[in-house]
């Protein structure tokens, strides 16, 4: 309950306010409710279209492709695929650090780096129906051209400040001696015998074994190495 | 509902069922990662919209309009932009909560200085930022797009 609570802390708070509102001032809680709904309503009226057109992306738009051809580009196409990369990615901006990582390895240019950034940041499809639902179209329309025309020039900045191989780009030493221990609950059967095999280091739960610990130095590795090699539909992976 | 949202609707339904089609597993299995994704944002969500409702009632929207309307366009870009940068709530959100100002009186320069220092510019992930790409790529990345997102906001205020 208090882990709950304190995952949704905007939530929890809201609703407690809601509460002592309620028996306080009963015409301003009301007034609120009466807000809200209204938003609740919106959202609910778009939500489904974001959630489709972002499966769809997910499914149609050949991420993996795109990052492998990437550092082959050049001249116009590199910023148009960092474009397209970018805006038709999900996940928060956070997601896009080891994609940048990852092609500036492979030597993308810093420029192409910050709009892969940037649009992935700002410009998003499905956010995109979202903002023309709240704020409307014209709005939608003219922040995208200044913000298109404005990550180019951020890009370009960018590329005269930061000189070539100055990004520390981190080579991930710790995970070389460091291993995740997973399980695939999609594929896991429920037989329990990695638990057996390695008590320390798997439970079952809910219909599909847990690890108990993540992390595993190589020393942990082989131990439970056997119990990987057990599961009869190779539900475990540690790498 | 209006009719571009009904397009919208039309538009997502159709190819939703041309990709079902095409790779109905492949459908399924992203349609699933999405609702988990939306799933895992779904209280902050509904918290925020909950959040929009009270701060509407408490705040006058006659205050709203002097603080951030247009008569105020600058300090309520600056307010809007700072807000934005040191805040995370997730940008899905972002919209309904700018949208909700503007109709108690806010400015759309003040909105579009808010949703865009909001995504763009990331006091909360600038540590994360700064371990990947380095100090000096992330509070230049930082500080240049925040000078953009005022710019982008002034724009937006001469055309629209």
């Known amino acids: ?239 | 509902m209006d009719i571009f949202t009904l397009g919208l609707w039309v538009i997502a339904i159709v190819l939703l069922i041309i990709s079902l089609i095409k790779d109905k597993n492949k459908t399924f299995g992203s349609l699933k990662k999405a609702k988990s994704m939306m799933g895992g944002m779904a209280g902050s969500i509904f918290g925020i919209l909950l959040l929009i409702g009270l701060i509407l009632a408490f705040i006058p929207p006659s205050y709203i309009e002097s603080v951030l309307g247009s008569a105020n366009e600058v300090m309520g870009t600056f307010i809007g932009a700072i807000i934005g940068a040191i805040t995370l709530i997730p940008a899905f959100v972002a919209f309904p909560l700018a949208g909700s100002f503007v109709d108690a009186g806010a400015s759309l320069v003040t909105a579009a200085a808010f949703v865009t220092t909001l995504t763009m510019v990331g006091f909360v992930t600038f540590p994360l930022e700064k371990e990947q790409f380095g100090a000096k790529f992330a509070f230049w990345r930082n500080a240049l797009s925040f000078v953009f997102a005022i710019i982008i906001a002034l724009g937006m205020g001469l055309v629209l």
């Open chain 1, 1 to 239: 309950m208090i882990s709950i609570m304190k995952k949704n802390k905007i939530l929890t708070f809201s609703l407690l306010t809601y509460v002592v509102l309620y028996f306080t001032m009963p015409e301003i809680s009301s007034r609120a409710i009466s807000q809200s709904t209204y938003y609740i309503k919106e959202m609910f009226m778009i939500m489904p279209i974001v959630l489709i057109i972002s499966a769809l992306i997910e499914t149609w738009v050949p991420r993996e492709t795109i990052i492998k051809t990437f550092g082959k580009k050049s001249g116009l196409k590199g910023p148009i695929f960092s474009f397209l990369l970018g805006s038709l990615s999900a996940g928060p901006i956070y997601a896009a650090f080891p994609v940048c990582t990852t092609l500036y390895k492979k030597g993308a240019k810093v420029s192409n780096i910050v709009i892969i950034l940037s649009s992935w940041a700002v410009i998003k499809v499905p956010m995109l129906i979202n903002e023309y639902r709240f704020l409307g179209g014209d709005f939608m329309l003219y922040r995208w051209i200044f913000t298109v025309v404005a990550i180019i020039a951020l890009a370009f900045i960018m590329e005269k400040v930061i000189i070539k191989g100055e990004l520390p780009v981190k080579q991930d030493i710790s995970k070389e001696n460091e291993k995740t221990l997973k399980v695939d609950c999609n594929l896991c059967v429920d037989c329990s015998l990695c638990a057996k095999e390695c008590p320390s280091y798997f439970h079952m739960e809910d219909g599909c074994a847990k690890v108990k610990k993540d992390i595993l130095n190589l020393e942990e590795v082989n131990l439970v190495s056997k119990a990987i090699k057990k599961c009869p539909v190779n539900a475990i992976s540690a790498d």
